[in-house]
């Protein structure tokens, strides 16, 4: 039996199992092999040509949907045409980037090929646009009001491609070791049970301590073991509203008109706000600069300093900061200071 068929033959197996508490454990451990014969697909079509785009700017967004719902037109619209757009060719796709500027910072933009069924699985060069969509800081779903019913389809794809959007990584810490089998420490909240989670991780090792510190499902176990998931935040957006207004609404979707340029402030603000940016301005010479540092959220003094230049973090003496994060005006910090938007900051070295 080849991969693919058995595959197959494990989720139909799943789909015709009652799920229950006599059950549990059974289904646990056939995910836990499909997801070991899907990774062993992948790995062996991850062969061949793919594409490259050199990320640029202060953050990446990826723009994915089926063809022809505007993609390129929004793109066009959210960079406000100036940026400079090239064509990207790769054999029969192509892929468009472009730059957004948004309160002070650099977004870039990249507009995919139209996404098809099974993707995931290499078909329609889907195999090239997971893997562009997998190094970005946020995926923008983009459909129309005429395919609305693909945004289940596209994230599905997304997550058969191990691609989890708007989730956290499970809290689970694995120590493999060379003796002593399977020992799980359990979160007295986590409604997993000893023999599934055991179940589950023998299908990957044969000794492990493992800390399972938060309720979770078999899924996020075995994504935890496999440890390759990328966890991003996503954005669904409905093109075309100017041609159907009366659509049923569909929960934190945002409805825009790239054509007509309704929604686009939104939705600028909605990417902003996703990518958890702040902006730190430097004060050297006691002189504020214009264009803001942009960070992540959480960033503290030791990123500024290397982003500025190592040898600032290896002569970094304090930081006097001033803004959101200081607790009275050219407070002194070190290096583990958290910084806000909106701060002000100065590095003084040795």
């Not at 195999?127 to 995926?139: F, Q």
């Not at 992540?296 to 994060?325: M, Q, Y």
Request: glycine share 6%.
């Amino acid at each position: 039996m080849s991969i693919e068929e058995e595959i197959k033959r494990l989720e139909e197996e799943i789909r015709n199992t009652p799920y229950n508490k006599a059950t549990e454990h059974h289904i646990g451990r056939l995910k836990a092999k499909l997801a070991k014969l899907k990774e062993e697909a992948r790995k062996s079509r991850a062969k061949g040509q793919g594409f490259f785009i050199k990320k640029a700017g202060d953050a990446s967004v990826a723009i994915i949907g089926p063809p022809s719902v505007g993609k390129s037109t929004l793109l066009n619209a959210l960079t406000n045409a100036n940026s400079k757009v090239a064509n990207y060719a790769f054999t029969t796709t192509k892929i468009i980037p472009g730059m957004m500027e948004y309160e002070g910072c650099q977004i870039q933009l990249l507009d995919l090929p139209g996404i098809i069924y099974g993707a995931s699985a290499g078909k329609g060069r889907g195999r090239e646009i997971i893997a562009m969509a997998r190094v970005v800081d946020l995926i923008l779903i983009v459909v129309d009001v005429f395919t609305v019913n693909e945004i289940d389809f596209i994230k599905k794809e997304l997550w058969n491609a191990g691609i989890r959007i708007n989730e956290k990584p499970p809290d689970v810490i694995i120590k493999k070791k060379d003796r002593g089998g399977i020992n799980i420490e359990f979160s007295k909240k986590c409604k997993l049970s000893y023999e599934t989670a055991k179940a589950i991780i023998m299908e990957y090792m044969s000794n492990a301590d493992v800390v399972i510190r938060e309720d979770i499902n078999e899924e996020q176990l075995i994504d935890a073991i496999l440890g390759n998931r990328v966890y991003l935040p996503s954005i669904v957006a409905i093109n075309k509203i100017d041609v159907d207004s009366k659509i049923s609404k569909i929960k934190d979707a945002i409805y825009i008109s790239a054509k007509e340029g309704y929604g686009l402030e939104e939705l600028k603000k909605k990417i902003f706000e996703k990518l958890e940016l702040i902006r730190v301005y430097m004060k050297p010479n006691g002189k504020i600069e214009e264009k803001p540092m942009v960070l992540k959220k959480g960033a503290t003094i030791k990123d500024v300093c290397i982003k500025l230049h190592r040898d600032f973090l290896k002569n970094f003496k304090f930081a006097i900061i001033e803004g959101p994060s200081a607790d009275f005006s050219r407070q002194r910090v070190g290096l583990n200071h958290k910084l806000e938007d909106g701060d002000i900051v100065t590095i003084v070295a040795r």
